[in-house]
């Protein structure tokens, strides 16, 4: 039975996708959520260091979970962060074929892609992903912390 | 707002079908009512979405979830469907607010109820209830499962 009562947000460690140096901060995001595309143009842009972290909302986006296994699936063969970029910048087209437009874009081995992003193994990285941030009290997406603390949840009116 | 160990207030409302539940069905389980202020709402859509999500592991524990609201249910029909949810949603909407005004959910003057969880035991006693500090503030699922490891 999974353990998902209040935990602080899980130090940066060898297994988490990271990009940059310097100080950090750890974003839990959903690829199909317009509100993490949109804060993602500022945060890829961001210097530092910049840990991502899966926080798919299937019922809210159906297609999430395809996405992040698919990124999941990239970062196997080195290119996590590009295909989060891509999955970002054109989110109208993210069916499987548009995936493997994207595969064959980055060069990478589309039959180990297809074999790795419905893999046990990537579901159950990205719902490890997942379940830290719920564990860290994530009520919404994106969700931006620095090594200790929740630095912001996306703005919005009530 | 109500607290631990009070009963919890019976209640009979319309779910998103227009089925009429009450409290006292899910007596010998735990209930957990989500009121929240209204559907359709931008925090609410995180909320609900969110729970969804881990309602398997808040089912293993033995408990059923109900959100609650003000609103109609023709519209907690189309925002479970575009939610995407399977949450049943209670439409506390005639008397308006009656069943939050209960629980002490309800905010006169803004006509809805605050971000409330109640949770309530087998016998029908409140175990456990949260407020929000604001309705645009939702406790994130980790706050319900710290509630059923107490």
Redesign the interface.
């Known amino acids: 039975?999974?353990?998902?009562?209040?935990?602080g947000v899980p130090p940066i460690g060898p297994d988490d996708h990271v990009r940059g140096k310097g100080e950090g901060v750890i974003v839990y995001a959903d690829l199909g959520c317009p509100h993490c595309a949109s804060a993602w143009v500022e945060l890829a842009a961001r210097p530092g260091l910049l840990a991502f972290r899966h926080f798919p909302?299937?019922?809210?986006h159906?297609r999430s979970p395809a996405l992040h296994a698919a990124a999941e699936a990239a970062g196997a063969q080195g290119q996590f962060f590009a295909m989060v970029n891509s999955l970002y910048a054109d989110r109208g087209r993210v069916d499987d074929p548009h995936l493997w437009e994207r595969v064959e874009w980055l060069g990478l081995d589309l039959e180990r892609f297809e074999r790795d992003r419905r893999s046990d193994a990537t579901t159950a990285r990205v719902r490890r992903d997942?379940q830290s941030g719920?564990?860290?009290?994530?009520?919404?997406?994106p969700a931006v912390f620095d090594a200790c603390t929740l630095v912001s949840v996306r703005e919005?009116?009530? | 707002m109500i607290a631990a160990g009070e009963p919890a207030p019976d209640f009979t409302l319309r779910d998103q079908d227009g089925e009429e539940v009450s409290l006292a069905d899910f007596r010998g389980g735990k209930v957990l009512l989500v009121f929240y202020?209204m559907d359709f709402?931008?925090?609410c859509?995180?909320?609900l979405?969110?729970y969804?999500?881990?309602k398997p592991?808040i089912a293993?524990k033995g408990v059923e979830m109900l959100g609650i609201s003000v609103d109609h249910p023709y519209a907690h029909k189309a925002f479970q469907e575009k939610?995407?949810?399977d949450t049943p949603l209670l439409a506390d909407f005639e008397p308006k607010g009656e069943v939050a005004r209960a629980y002490g959910s309800y905010l006169d003057g803004l006509g809805f109820a605050n971000r409330t969880l109640v949770l309530v035991d087998e016998e029908g006693t409140v175990a456990w209830a949260h407020e929000s500090l604001?309705?645009?503030?939702?406790?994130?699922?980790?706050?319900i499962?710290?509630a059923l490891?107490s």
Request: charged share 20%; aromatic share 8%; no cysteine.
């Open positions: 039975m999974n353990d998902l009562t209040s935990a909302v299937a019922s809210k159906p997942f719920i564990r860290a009290g994530v009520a919404g997406t919005r009116e009530f | 202020p709402s931008p925090v859509s995180d909320q979405s969110i969804q999500e881990v592991e293993e939610l995407g949810i604001s309705p645009g503030e939702f406790p994130g699922a980790n706050v499962f710290d490891a």
